[in-house]
């Protein structure tokens, strides 16, 4: 290395220091030790070959999920930089496990720092929640001109990082059937204002399981709405400039829920109930919810003269569509439909998609071609219920009649792969234990996340930047 070329790295490592793009948590570990992961988004910094292998998969894995939650395209702008720092052999006063999540403008640019501390409790830095934070403070701040040294800013709601990150959870198989039915009858229910405007209890206790349970129907319910993952997408940009007044924001970007915080009050009370009622986090079978569904295909609207109620099924568009109260009514099982799609077996989604649509294109005055719509719709329906039937008898058939217990024709391969596992366990050099403690823990999130993948729910792509 020429003198020249060392005192232009000196210069430069020195406005890192000075702009922050060090920070002195990264600083505890040797910078030569890092790893960018495939989509180039993740630097993880740690001394630990293996470990920095195993949690950049991990944390591509947490996006991609998030991603397809959401319906985003992986367009990051923020590199997220992961430091993880283990504690020193002999520390002066014993610290606990943290990890501290930061916006910071540097002289490359804008960058989330992620800064882990691991020390005697391990099982204290929950990785997989603090990377769903992480990546919404990226989306949300992605568009907006970097902030200045000092100013404040917006991290994304609590009940947003904690809601998504229970679905991702749910759809990896990794669920409580029992925590919201136990909230349901010990009639704890909150309101959407306390929800979404008070800091949540300590959410990895007994305590928390009330705000973990609020945040997942919220955001599952949200979802759920027409145009919910895109909607709740513009909430989170706006979130910065609107995060004072919560209960706006969310009016705003969700009008279909009403513009006053009675009709949310309302809306918030109708999802619990029916949360409650169809045990979300367990999810409706597809025969279930096609009776759910039969019972929102008829609403009433007032009509005759003198004006009374009367029913009137889906499909007789032609007969009330000219009614003063057709709109309202429309509307109103457009939601319900929609709030079904969000605990209703996914074999059974598409087909509540398509009535959500219908309900909207008939509030819209738009009846062009929805008796072939329907028609279409209805033999899509029966088609599903009779595969999922076929599916319940095969799988009934197989678990009475076949042998349990193995053949063994897969027992050399199953040999093979074991051994390659443990030979990949082995550690390259000495191994702190706290971050040995810490990996198997995340090993236990991490290893359910591709193999119960929904069949059909493709990744989104990983760009290389």
Same mark, same amino acid.
């Given at each position: 290395?020429?003198?020249?070329?060392?005192?232009?790295?000196?210069?430069?490592?020195?406005?890192?220091?000075?702009?922050?793009?060090?920070?002195?948590?990264?600083?505890?570990?040797?910078?030569?030790?890092?790893?960018?992961?495939?989509?180039?988004?993740?630097?993880?910094?740690?001394?630990?070959?293996?470990?920095?292998?195993?949690?950049?998969?991990?944390?591509?894995?947490?996006?991609?999920?998030?991603?397809?939650?959401?319906?985003?395209?992986?367009?990051?702008?923020?590199?997220?930089?992961?430091?993880?720092?283990?504690?020193?052999?002999?520390?002066?006063?014993?610290?606990?496990?943290?990890?501290?999540?930061?916006?910071?403008?540097?002289?490359?640019?804008?960058?989330?720092?992620?800064?882990?501390?691991?020390?005697?409790?391990?099982?204290?830095?929950?990785?997989?929640?603090?990377?769903?934070?992480?990546?919404?403070?990226?989306?949300?701040?992605?568009?907006?001109?970097?902030?200045?040294?000092?100013?404040?800013?917006?991290?994304?709601?609590?009940?947003?990082?904690?809601?998504?990150?229970?679905?991702?959870?749910?759809?990896?198989?990794?669920?409580?059937?029992?925590?919201?039915?136990?909230?349901?009858?010990?009639?704890?229910?909150?309101?959407?204002?306390?929800?979404?405007?008070?800091?949540?209890?300590?959410?990895?206790?007994?305590?928390?399981?009330?705000?973990?349970?609020?945040?997942?129907?919220?955001?599952?319910?949200?979802?759920?709405?027409?145009?919910?993952?895109?909607?709740?997408?513009?909430?989170?940009?706006?979130?910065?400039?609107?995060?004072?007044?919560?209960?706006?924001?969310?009016?705003?970007?969700?009008?279909?829920?009403?513009?006053?915080?009675?009709?949310?009050?309302?809306?918030?009370?109708?999802?619990?109930?029916?949360?409650?009622?169809?045990?979300?986090?367990?999810?409706?079978?597809?025969?279930? =919810? %096609?009776?759910? $569904? +039969?019972?929102? @295909?008829?609403?009433?609207?007032?009509?005759?003269? !003198?004006? /009374? *109620?009367?029913?009137?099924?889906?499909?007789?568009?032609?007969?009330?569509?000219?009614?003063?109260?057709?709109?309202?009514?429309?509307?109103?099982?457009?939601?319900?439909?929609?709030?079904?799609?969000?605990?209703?077996?996914?074999?059974?989604?598409?087909?509540?998609?398509?009535?959500?649509?219908?309900?909207?294109?008939?509030?819209?005055?738009?009846?062009?071609?929805?008796?072939?719509?329907?028609?279409?719709?209805?033999?899509?329906?029966?088609?599903?219920?009779?595969?999922?039937?076929?599916?319940?008898?095969?799988?009934?058939?197989?678990?009475?009649?076949?042998?349990?217990?193995?053949?063994?024709?897969?027992?050399?391969?199953?040999?093979?792969?074991?051994?390659?596992?443990?030979?990949?366990?082995?550690?390259?050099?000495? =191994? %702190?234990?706290? $971050? +040995?403690?810490? @990996?198997?823990?995340?090993?236990?999130?991490?290893? !359910?996340? /591709? *193999?119960?993948?929904?069949?059909?729910?493709?990744?989104?792509?990983?760009?290389?930047?």
């Amino acid at each position: 290395m020429t003198a020249r070329t060392a005192r232009a790295l000196g210069l430069l490592l020195l406005l890192a220091l000075l702009h922050g793009t060090l920070r002195p948590a990264a600083l505890a570990v040797d910078l030569r030790h890092r790893t960018v992961s495939s989509s180039g988004q993740f630097v993880v910094y740690c001394d630990d070959r293996a470990a920095r292998a195993r949690i950049v998969s991990f944390v591509e894995d947490v996006k991609t999920q998030l991603l397809r939650v959401l319906h985003e395209r992986d367009e990051w702008k923020f590199p997220i930089v992961i430091a993880i720092e283990p504690e020193a052999e002999s520390p002066a006063q014993p610290q606990p496990s943290s990890i501290s999540i930061t916006l910071v403008n540097t002289v490359a640019g804008p960058k989330v720092d992620v800064a882990i501390r691991i020390a005697d409790d391990p099982a204290k830095v929950f990785l997989q929640r603090n990377i769903v934070h992480a990546l919404l403070l990226e989306i949300a701040y992605r568009e907006r001109p970097p902030i200045r040294a000092g100013e404040r800013y917006a991290y994304p709601p609590w009940w947003l990082t904690e809601g998504l990150l229970q679905d991702i959870r749910a759809h990896a198989g990794i669920r409580d059937p029992d925590v919201f039915n136990s909230i349901v009858n010990t009639e704890k229910l909150p309101s959407l204002e306390k929800v979404i405007t008070q800091p949540p209890l300590q959410l990895d206790s007994a305590a928390g399981a009330v705000d973990r349970a609020s945040a997942f129907a919220l955001t599952g319910a949200l979802l759920a709405l027409p145009a919910g993952p895109a909607n709740l997408g513009r909430f989170l940009r706006a979130w910065p400039e609107g995060s004072r007044d919560p209960l706006t924001l969310l009016a705003t970007h969700f009008p279909v829920l009403g513009q006053s915080p009675q009709s949310l009050a309302k809306w918030w009370t109708l999802q619990l109930a029916q949360l409650g009622k169809s045990e979300m986090l367990r999810g409706l079978s597809p025969a279930e =919810a %096609d009776a759910e $569904l +039969a019972a929102l @295909l008829t609403f009433e609207i007032t009509a005759g003269k !003198p004006p /009374r *109620p009367e029913r009137f099924a889906l499909r007789d568009f032609e007969r009330y569509s000219k009614l003063p109260g057709a709109r309202p009514a429309l509307r109103l099982a457009q939601v319900k439909i929609s709030t079904l799609s969000g605990t209703a077996h996914v074999l059974f989604r598409p087909v509540l998609n398509e009535y959500v649509e219908v309900c909207g294109l008939l509030a819209a005055g738009k009846s062009a071609g929805i008796a072939d719509r329907l028609a279409r719709t209805e033999r899509f329906r029966a088609s599903v219920l009779q595969r999922s039937e076929m599916i319940t008898d095969y799988m009934n058939w197989y678990e009475a009649t076949q042998t349990p217990g193995s053949t063994g024709q897969f027992d050399k391969y199953l040999s093979a792969v074991e051994d390659r596992d443990a030979r990949k366990r082995q550690p390259s050099g000495p =191994a %702190d234990p706290k $971050l +040995a403690e810490y @990996l198997d823990l995340l090993e236990q999130e991490f290893a !359910p996340l /591709r *193999p119960n993948m929904i069949p059909g729910d493709e990744p989104v792509g990983n760009a290389r930047r």
